[in-house]
């Protein structure tokens, strides 16, 4: 990804602990509500030696990192939400609630949720590697986003965030608004920035990764004058949602920094 001229290349830590792959990897003692999920990006974090980091987070990883940016962790630089769900519950009807529990059931299910999710179908590879990542984890993993994170009320903790904070909504998005990203998310965290990417659905990092890459570098830019330190000497944390855990040698390999975390 260009960067003031210069092309800088991201190192991805893949520690998907339950919510990649949706629950491939070894079970963890901690549970599936908001703060566990929270703890254990902070413990990677801690584990990984890293010092000074900027915070991403994609669905419910931008709930996670709202919630993980309210601690005011040592080392946090700054926080980029891309469609995050809201810190208030999020509700869906029953229609579709009975939807989202069943998503990831089989391919029929999964092809109908990225339709949902992006603004126009990924390419075939891209597709395929979505529905066999969907498909390979437990029910477990699958079931907490609708039944439980999602209805977590976490807002009285968001006014406690500190940091530049970025907020990217699709103009398409289907699943959470540019209008609930405004009145939800924005209205809450004190001189958010607040950017809409053009022709995006609610998989901005699949539906448009160079308006994504270019709202991070400018981003980055902001964090450099503002603290007086070069942005490739922060690490940036992604913290993504299950739909997206195989995606990173697609999307995600390419960063502003040179470290980057992927957790879901």
């Not at 993980?68 to 946090?76: D, T, V, Y």
């Not at 066999?132 to 903790?157: C, F, H, N, Q, V």
């Not at 405004?182 to 160079?210: C, M, Q, T, W, Y």
């Amino acid at each position: 990804m260009e960067q003031g001229g210069r092309r800088v290349e991201g190192q991805v830590y893949d520690c998907r602990v339950r919510w990649a792959r949706l629950g491939q990897s070894d079970k963890s003692a901690a549970g599936y509500t908001l703060a566990d999920l929270a703890d254990e990006a902070l413990s990677l974090i801690q584990t990984l030696g890293i010092k000074s980091y900027v915070l991403v987070g994609h669905s419910l990883g931008g709930k996670i990192s709202q919630l993980i940016a309210s601690r005011n962790p040592e080392g946090l630089q700054g926080l980029v939400l891309v469609a995050p769900a809201p810190p208030t519950p999020l509700r869906f009807p029953d229609e579709m609630r009975k939807t989202q529990v069943h998503a990831y059931d089989n391919r029929q299910n999964v092809l109908q949720t990225i339709k949902l999710l992006s603004s126009r179908m990924p390419a075939p590879t891209v597709v395929e590697q979505i529905v066999e990542d969907s498909m390979s984890g437990s029910r477990e993993a699958t079931l907490a986003y609708p039944t439980a994170s999602i209805l977590e009320d976490i807002s009285s903790e968001i006014s406690k965030i500190n940091v530049p904070t970025l907020v990217l909504a699709g103009e398409l998005d289907q699943l959470d608004s540019v209008e609930q990203h405004k009145r939800e998310v924005v209205a809450r965290i004190l001189n958010a920035r607040f950017a809409i990417v053009k022709r995006s659905g609610h998989l901005i990092p699949i539906d448009e990764p160079v308006q994504r890459d270019r709202q991070l570098c400018y981003s980055a830019g902001g964090l450099k004058r503002r603290f007086r330190a070069a942005a490739q000497d922060c690490d940036w944390h992604w913290v993504l949602p299950p739909i997206l855990s195989s995606m990173k040698s697609e999307c995600y390999t390419q960063t502003t920094a040179k470290s980057c975390v992927v957790t879901d």
